[in-house]
C-alpha cells in the first residue's frame, strides 16, 4: 500500500448499508434517471460554461452541484460556522464518504478540484475534467510527491481555491483516516487558508445517531451499486459544516497543520458547543444569503 494513497478499511459489505425507510422501485428508478440525466448534462456544457467569464462560471457551476444530490434525492443543509472571507488562495479540506462529497463541496466552494493523472486519460471526462481545471496529481508514486505539492501551491499562490480530500480513500463516516500532509505543506509554502469542511449524512430515522450507510461509496463497491442505493433510500440528509479557517503560517509545520484540520472535520459534535457556534443555516430548500438563520 502506498502511503500517498492509502486505502480504508471500509467494505460495502460492512459498512454501506442502508437499515431505514426505502423508496419504492418506480420511484428510485425514477431519481436514479433524472439524476443521471442532470450530471450528462452538467458534463456536455462544460466546454460552454468555459466561455463565460468567472462570476457567471461561478453561478452556473454552483447552481449545477445544487441540483444534483437533490436530483438523487438527498436533502441538504449547511452551515457555517464563523465565517472569515479568504484573502488569497484557499485550501479546502473534508473528509471523504461518497461520490456525493463532489457536488455538495462545489455547490459551496467551488474551487480547482484533486484529482488522480490516470482521470486525465480517460474517455470524456478525462478532457472534461481537464477544461474545468481540475489539478492532476499522481498520487500512487512517493516521487512525484514534491511535483504535486509544487503544483498545488502554484494554484493557491494564483488565489484559487484548491479542493483536496486528504484522506486519500473514502471511508464510510462511522471512522475517518489520517489527514495526509502533502497538501497542508502547499498551503504553507503558498501562505493560504486552510478552510475545514465537515461532511455527515444522516437518515430521517437517526438525525443525530449513526452516519447513513446508504451512501458510503468506498472499497470495490461499483458506481451503479452505489447509485441504486442512494435512490432507493429514502429521507437521506446530507449535513455540511463551513468551519472556521485555520491560517497556514508554517510555525507548526505541515503535519501540525493536518492533524488540526482532521481534529476540526472529525472530531465528536457536541451539539451544544455546536450551536452556540453557529452563525448561519442553511437548507436545500434556502440556500441564500438572505435565508439565513442565527441561532
Aim: aromatic share 4%; charged share 20%; proline share 8%.
Amino acid at each position: 500500500m502506498s502511503v500517498w494513497l492509502p486505502v480504508a478499511p471500509c467494505t460495502p459489505d460492512g459498512c454501506a448499508r442502508h437499515t431505514g425507510a426505502v423508496r419504492a422501485p418506480l420511484p428510485a428508478a425514477l431519481l436514479l434517471l433524472a439524476g443521471c440525466a442532470l450530471v450528462l448534462l452538467g458534463v456536455a456544457c462544460v466546454p460552454l460554461v468555459r466561455l463565460l467569464g468567472a462570476a457567471p462560471r461561478r453561478s452556473l457551476t454552483r447552481r449545477w452541484a445544487r441540483a444534483v444530490p437533490r436530483a438523487f434525492g438527498v436533502r441538504v443543509t449547511v452551515r457555517r460556522h464563523a465565517p472569515e472571507p479568504a484573502t488569497g488562495g484557499e485550501l479546502v479540506v473534508a473528509n471523504h464518504i461518497s461520490w456525493l462529497d463532489i457536488p455538495l463541496i462545489a455547490s459551496i466552494l467551488p474551487g480547482r478540484m484533486v484529482a488522480k493523472s490516470e482521470i486525465r486519460r480517460w474517455p470524456l471526462l478525462g478532457p472534461l475534467a481537464a477544461l474545468g481545471g481540475t489539478l492532476f496529481i499522481e498520487r500512487d508514486r512517493l516521487r512525484a510527491l514534491p511535483a504535486a505539492v509544487r503544483t498545488l501551491a502554484a494554484a493557491l499562490r494564483s488565489g484559487s481555491r484548491v479542493v483536496v480530500f486528504p484522506e486519500g480513500s473514502t471511508w464510510c463516516g462511522r471512522g475517518g483516516g489520517a489527514f495526509r500532509p502533502a497538501a497542508f505543506q502547499a498551503a504553507i509554502d503558498a501562505a493560504a487558508t486552510v478552510r475545514p469542511v465537515r461532511i455527515a449524512y444522516r437518515t430521517a430515522e437517526h438525525r443525530c445517531g449513526p452516519a447513513a450507510g446508504a451512501v458510503a461509496f468506498v472499497g470495490t463497491d461499483p458506481l451503479a451499486a452505489s447509485l441504486w442505493r442512494v435512490v432507493r433510500a429514502a429521507g437521506l440528509t446530507a449535513r455540511v459544516d463551513v468551519l472556521a479557517p485555520i491560517p497556514a503560517d508554517g510555525e507548526d509545520g505541515r503535519r501540525a497543520l493536518a492533524r488540526r484540520a482532521r481534529a476540526a472535520v472529525l472530531e465528536p459534535e457536541d451539539p451544544l458547543r455546536s450551536r452556540s457556534r453557529q452563525t448561519t443555516v442553511a437548507s436545500d430548500r434556502a440556500n441564500r444569503p438572505a435565508s439565513s438563520v442565527h441561532h
